[in-house]
């Protein structure tokens, strides 16, 4: 099986293009990257340098078509720019074919607060592109900017961030709005926000038939959730947390959920494998310092 990764490449962080290459090379699938960006080291450090790539996105569409390759599933990631999301689009179009899987993660913000990249041209892009997807993985602030634009004031920004782990000055200084902001951090904390929780899943799919697993969502204590809604069902994945956030979880998640399915799991148990592992992979960190990630390296021969 062949997959087609776009996404940025970070020296530092344990993330992004990392991240899927060592996932799903050893879920026995071969990986072909599309850096959209390469970087010194993710955008929750302090200082960093990213060179653009993005003409890599067009090159690699034209390459490809050119040999006549084709993939059994796509994975698209952080989009630099509102321009970057639109050659993805196009790329994802040319390779999307019947039976292959799509798996888009709408990076866009955490915690209530919108990356830098973000507007409100960024959010219609990533919209179109979201709509192509088998499944996407929104952290439950992107669920909010997808389920609608009423939901999505923009505020004033700090360093785009790639994942929804990142440190604190990857965020944006405001809200992107009073409510996705409570909504955001108040998480699973009781029924009646669970089923709010929901309903803005499933508004933020584009057809009944899309598949949204909202990732990291909060609960009581160190209570963790993932929510998968597939079809008419839908179901809480609980899972425990040790009090902290961690850069590339977030793409290891869709890496590991991507593999899964490509493997012959069934959602829920593909999103329960993914979580699984995540949760021994941060069991086996080390470092307090969130910027350089989890461990996973430790724990990849489980998989």
């Known amino acids: 099986m062949r997959v087609a990764a776009v996404n940025d490449l970070s020296g530092f962080g344990k993330c992004s293009l990392l991240a899927d290459i060592s996932v799903l090379s050893s879920m026995g699938i071969e990986v ?70 799509l798996l888009v993660d709408p990076v866009m ?90 309903e803005i899943a499933r508004r933020a799919r584009a057809h009944a038939e899309q598949t949204v697993v909202v990732t990291g969502i909060p609960g009581e204590g160190d209570e963790l959730y993932n929510l998968v809604v597939y079809g008419d069902k839908y179901e809480y994945i609980c899972g425990k947390t040790n009090g902290r956030s961690y850069s590339g979880t977030g793409d290891l998640f869709a890496a590991l959920l991507l593999g899964n399915i490509l493997n012959g799991l069934e959602i829920v148990d593909a999103v329960k494998a993914a979580s699984s592992f995540i949760c021994e992979a941060i069991a086996a960190t080390t470092s307090d310092d969130r910027n350089y990630g989890v461990d996973f390296e430790k724990v990849l021969r489980r998989i």
Not at 59 to 76: A, N, R, Y
Not at 133 to 161: Q, R, V
């Open 32 to 101: 072909c990257p599309v850096p959209t960006a390469v970087l010194t080291a993710q955008t929750g450090f302090s200082s960093y340098y990213m060179h653009d790539t993005g003409d890599m996105v067009q090159h690699s569409k034209e390459e490809w078509s050119k040999m006549g390759v084709t993939f059994d599933g796509v994975l698209t990631g952080y989009m630099p720019s509102e321009e970057m999301a639109g050659s993805v689009l196009d790329f994802v179009n040319t390779f999307n074919r019947e039976g292959a899987v």
């Open 109 to 198: 913000g955490d915690g209530g607060k919108c990356y830098s990249n973000y507007s409100d041209a960024m959010l219609a892009k990533i919209k179109d592109l979201a709509a192509t997807a088998d499944i996407i993985t929104p952290n439950l602030t992107e669920a909010c900017l997808l389920a609608g634009a009423e939901l999505a004031a923009t505020g004033s920004k700090a360093p785009a961030g790639e994942s929804a782990e990142g440190a604190s000055d990857t965020f944006a200084s405001d809200v992107a709005s009073d409510e996705i902001a409570e909504i955001a951090l108040k998480g699973a904390a009781s029924e009646a926000d669970r089923d709010r929780i929901v």
